[in-house]
């Protein structure tokens, strides 16, 4: 078997290992994970300390000669290395293939160019070019054999690894393997059950296999996903069913906190980002304040959605409301009874319609 390039890697690794990204003056970011492909944009751009000086163009509609220009265009300070990212460049590559092939054999010194794609096939003269002197990074979860399986022992390292460098607790391989045996290797999924269990585990602590079997279940999982979305939706009858049957099957009221809590707390500094731009005199979007929240980019139109249902108002108490929830779950007479009726609080107000 052919040794593969080594400018051609997974999401995953360059996670980890952020080295390749520095000197490639064309990147590409190929798949249909969304999740994946928002990660390794902000990982390159975390690499190239770049995360002031991006320009963004959308791939359906831009010209390439305002991409070239972006591209070319120096710095009022100098020496700053400037991003132009083209957000779903399908259409873009297609159009203008050959002007990117010349790109490629001769880029800008100064500017690093990203362009976002669903489908790269690695046959083309310009996929060619890209793996020899650029980065391809592949954005999606293989379907089967040795690379799923490669992949699925590469989302192990990187979970552990998130757990350690962003929520401060430590990921036992027991506790990563008990993960893939309960859920599908969706990266986004896997990430979010990370962040809720390092908050059950608190800081500094321990994320292993039993506290995985206790708090994890592909269907409890999905069941409270879907009590969240419909809560944010403002469908306060869909989201206490939801409720009812996770209470049924034996989930506890304090275990669905933290769940909901990573969530909304996007819903709350998204507000903050966007007024603390409207403050400055900036235009910003609600899009960008959510992306900028931490917002999963799959998650984004929903979220959207979602944050205008709740309003801005509404979306300001979010903190305090989770605060009295916090604070209600673990009071000293709070029953298994009283601790419903917390959540049934919270989910009526952030349901609640706008008038």
């Not at 192990?156 to 391989?173: S, V």
Request: charged share 30%; net charge neutral; hydrophobic share 40%.
């Amino acid at each position: 078997m052919a040794k593969k390039n080594s400018n051609t890697l997974s999401a995953l690794q360059l996670f980890v290992d952020q080295e390749p990204a520095v000197k490639a003056p064309v990147c590409v970011l190929a798949g249909d994970d969304g999740f994946l492909q928002h990660e390794a944009k902000l990982a390159l751009l975390r690499a190239l300390e770049a995360e002031d000086s991006v320009e963004t163009f959308n791939g359906r509609h831009c010209e390439l000669r305002d991409v070239l220009d972006a591209l070319r265009e120096k710095s009022l300070f100098g020496g700053d290395q400037r991003v132009v990212v083209v957000e779903d460049a399908d259409q873009f590559v297609k159009q203008y293939r050959g002007e990117l092939e010349d790109y490629v054999a001769k880029p800008s010194d100064s500017a690093v160019l990203i362009l976002e794609c669903t489908s790269w096939p690695g046959n083309t003269r310009l996929a060619k070019a890209v793996a020899d002197s650029g980065l391809a990074v592949r954005c999606q979860t293989p379907d089967k054999g040795r690379e799923l399986a490669e992949f699925t022992s590469q989302l192990k390292t990187w979970l552990e690894y998130c757990a350690k460098q962003q929520f401060d607790c430590t990921l036992e391989r027991g506790g990563s393997d008990a993960l893939l045996e309960q859920l599908e290797p969706t990266a986004g999924v896997l990430y979010q059950e990370v962040a809720r269990l390092s908050l059950l585990a608190g800081a500094g602590g321990v994320i292993d296999g039993k506290l995985v079997r206790e708090h994890v279940g592909g269907w409890r999982t999905r069941k409270t996903w879907d009590m969240i979305d419909a809560a944010a939706d403002g469908n306060a009858s869909s989201a206490l069913q939801q409720l009812d049957r996770l209470l049924a099957a034996g989930e506890e009221p304090h275990a669905l906190l933290p769940q909901m809590a990573s969530t909304l707390r996007r819903f709350a500094m998204a507000v903050r980002i966007f007024e603390q731009a409207e403050q400055q005199g900036k235009r910003g979007s609600l899009r960008s304040a959510l992306e900028r929240a931490g917002a999963p980019k799959f998650k984004l139109n929903d979220m959207e959605r979602q944050m205008r249902q709740i309003g801005r108002d509404r979306a300001r108490l979010i903190y305090d409301w989770l605060l009295a929830a916090d604070l209600g779950l673990k009071g000293y007479n709070s029953t298994k009874d009283r601790a419903r009726r917390v959540i049934e609080t919270l989910i009526v107000r952030l349901a609640q319609k706008r008038n």
